[in-house]
């Protein structure tokens, strides 16, 4: 009877689970092989080590670096839905002759459940090419390892995948979205997606805990889904380059998060929209806002008024601005958020028909307009005042100076939308409508 010879044996050693600090996410720190025995008779028995043959793709290194002005590194990785080829360089013993026996796998860290997920290859030999058309294992480090009998006698290589937005960095990206715990920070920046903020607005705001795990997976995965609504922007977004800031160009320094969400959601909508700083393409109609409402975000309750009216009001009496601040207000104390399509001038009150800017801004409280003051003629105007959500600013802050970190003296930049009463004459020239939704 034959004896087997004596042999190596590699066994895979996992450290322990470490913690990527800025991310807070865990990640496995390392994969090692131990030797135990030696092969002395030289026969085959296992592979000893494997490479990459294909070349790999930059994208951000997700360190950090965009946050604090050094130089935007990059990192090598893997993109999802190419194809890579590895191959075998090394045996323990001799080379095998039976190319079928070597056996090749894929495994990564599952950030949220901490396990370790094996992604099973049907193809074996030597050398293969492989798809990575997997979308979970995106935004991970992959293991490849090759074996021929024992999965604890293996080779492992250890390459990045990257996240489908590559260029934009993880720990920027995480920064935002842990600032958004105050929904009021999302900004269209210079883009015309104001109607799409207003809709992110209100998703971060009634579904926090939603929000957070929608942006993540489509900053991650490049699609998300929420009230059975896929978002999936197109390969222009997700190859959207970065400027010297780590944001997204041609969007006036807009934030990582909040292209990724409100560029995504119209491009899938409309995909005429190409996420620059196309203007027609960007525009939120009073139909697409409606659709987007009911859609994603899953309201039952959706109604228009005037919405769809697009040349400024002219011809109004008081009795007629009376009407239409009592309705919108009725909304409000019925529970109903409100979004009102306005004219970018309202927020200046010397400006009524400088152009046609439509802009939706979502109303947080009721209209006040009934105060009265004397003006520099020394006539009796009446005043409108209320509380809006727009263009990364607070509602709820009517501060015009704030302290900065070292307790100085400095302009409230978060200063809410309307900064000062307007008059309701100004009111009414620069107001179409709304859409009310609950």
């Known amino acids: 009877m034959a004896v087997n010879p004596p042999f190596i044996s590699h066994k895979i050693k996992i450290k322990k689970m470490s913690t990527i600090k ?3 996410i865990p990640k496995i720190e390392a994969l090692e ?11 085959i028995y296992e592979i000893k080590s494997i490479k990459i043959g294909s070349v790999l793709d930059n994208g951000s290194a997700n360190d950090g670096s965009t946050n604090n002005g050094k130089k935007i590194k990059l990192q090598e990785g893997i993109l999802y839905g190419k194809n890579y080829t590895f191959e075998v360089t090394e045996y323990v013993g001799k080379r095998t002759t039976e190319l079928t026996s070597i056996k090749w796998e894929i495994f990564y860290n599952d950030f949220d459940t901490g396990e370790i997920v094996n992604l099973p290859i049907n193809a074996r030999g030597e050398r293969i090419t492989i ?43 995480e920064s935002e979205l842990a600032d958004r715990i105050q929904p009021w920070k999302i900004n269209q920046s210079g883009t015309s997606l104001c109607g799409m903020a207003c809709l992110f607005y ?30 999936k922007p197109s390969k222009e977004l997700l190859e959207k380059k970065v400027n010297k800031l780590g944001l997204p160009e041609k969007t006036g320094n807009m934030p990582i998060t909040d292209y990724i969400t409100l560029a995504g959601l119209r491009n899938t909508n409309n995909s005429s929209y190409k996420g620059g700083d196309e203007n027609i393409q960007a525009i939120n109609w009073p139909d697409t806002m409606i659709e987007l409402s009911r859609e994603f975000l899953g309201y039952a309750d959706i109604e228009e008024n005037g919405s769809e009216r697009f040349i400024k009001r002219i011809n109004h009496n008081q009795g007629d601005i009376t009407n239409i601040i009592n309705d919108i207000n009725k909304q409000i104390a019925d529970g109903y958020h409100v979004i009102l399509m306005v004219d970018s001038d309202l927020i200046n009150d010397d400006l009524d028909f400088q152009s046609f800017d439509y802009h939706w801004i979502v109303l947080e409280s009721a ?43 400095i302009s409230n930049q978060d200063k809410g939308f309307l900064k000062k009463p307007i008059t309701r004459k100004h009111f009414i020239n620069n107001y179409y409508g709304y859409i009310k939704v609950k």
């Open 22 to 24: 800025r991310l807070k």
């Open 33 to 43: 092989l131990e030797n135990v025995t030696t092969n002395i008779s030289g026969e």
């Open 131 to 173: 798809n990575m058309g997997n979308l979970e294992s995106c935004g991970r480090y992959l293991y490849i390892r090759a074996y021929i009998k024992d999965k604890k006698n293996t080779a492992v290589l250890k390459v990045w995948k990257h996240n489908r937005f590559r260029w934009f960095d993880q720990v920027l990206f």
């Open 202 to 231: 209100l998703f971060a705001k009634e579904n926090p805990s939603e929000y957070r795990n929608f942006c993540r997976d489509l900053f991650r995965k490049g699609e998300a889904k929420y009230n059975n609504y896929i978002v």
């Open 367 to 409: 209209i006040n307009g009934e105060f009265e003051v004397l003006n520099q003629n020394g006539q009796l105007e009446y005043l409108v005042d209320f509380l809006a959500y727009s263009w990364g600013t607070n509602p709820f802050d009517r501060r015009d100076i704030v302290k900065d970190k070292n307790g100085q003296n």
